[in-house]
């Protein structure tokens, strides 16, 4: 079992970008922070953790944009890749009750609010896209983004129940999903079926699974997805924040 569909991107090395966040530790939790401001997007990252792919750059793009924005390192350094023997055992580590709801409760939250966020969005991709679906449900939180989602594969490898989870949303949902992703994450799929019209499926049939933070800018349909990718995930906090 994983997190991620068969045919997807792999690690993709930050290359020469140079983020402009900053970085602070509370209590043992690194958050990359950037931006000001009582707007703010928690970014949740994918399965490949704190330092892949174009995670920081996005994070960067929306500070642009008038967010401050918190990418919190809920593996504390950690990473593994979709096809590691030991992805099961290193997910079920990070359930909602088992850690995250802890980490963003009583640190991520506090550190945002401390740094003058008054209302919340929040944005996932792969894996970051379980922390986004329990966040939808906090009453500061007025939006949700995932990116080529992977939360039905997570919820089964913690023995959730997806429809249960989606239940808990109270705002306005953006799915930006590949082809292959899982069912319930397309068109006419579970979350249509649980969220009506609350949630917004954009499906990009040209594109894999990762594209947005690890697919190759140099191949023109990736580099033209995800600069479509993010004009959507910035009209939508737009619109909702």
């Known amino acids: 079992m994983s997190c991620c569909p068969e045919q997807s991107h792999g690690f993709l090395e930050s290359g020469e970008y140079s983020p402009k966040g900053k970085i602070v530790n509370i209590d043992g939790l690194d958050i990359y922070h950037i931006g000001q401001g009582e707007k703010c997007i928690i970014w949740s990252y994918d399965i490949f953790g704190f330092n892949g792919g174009r995670t920081r750059e996005f994070c960067d793009l929306l500070s642009e944009k008038g967010y401050q924005v918190v990418l919190p390192d809920y593996y504390r350094g950690e990473h593994v890749t979709p096809t590691d023997p030991n992805l099961v055992p290193f997910l079920k580590d990070f359930s909602y009750d088992n850690k995250l709801k ?4 009583n640190i991520v939250i506090p550190f945002a609010k401390k740094n003058g966020a008054k ?8 894996w970051g896209t379980y922390p986004v679906i329990y966040l939808s449900s906090y009453p500061d939180f007025k939006a949700g983004v995932s990116m080529h989602p ?3 594969r997570v919820a089964d490898i913690h023995g959730e129940n997806e429809a249960d989870l989606l239940k808990r949303v109270k705002c306005p949902q953006l799915f930006l999903s590949a082809n292959g992703e899982h069912p319930n994450c397309l068109k006419g799929g579970l979350a249509e079926k649980v969220l009506g019209d609350m949630v917004t499926i954009v499906e ?14 140099a191949d023109e349909k990736i580099k033209r997805d995800v600069r479509k ?7 939508f906090f737009e619109k909702h924040l």
Request: with cysteine; glycine share 12%; hydrophobic share 40%.
């Open 150 to 152: 992977s939360h039905s």
């Open 102 to 105: 802890a980490d963003l409760d």
């Open 204 to 217: 990009f049939s040209d594109m894999i699974h990762g594209w947005t933070t690890r697919g190759d800018l």
């Open 119 to 126: 209302v919340f969005g929040s944005v996932g991709t792969c």
């Open 229 to 235: 990718s993010f004009s959507l995930l910035v009209d």
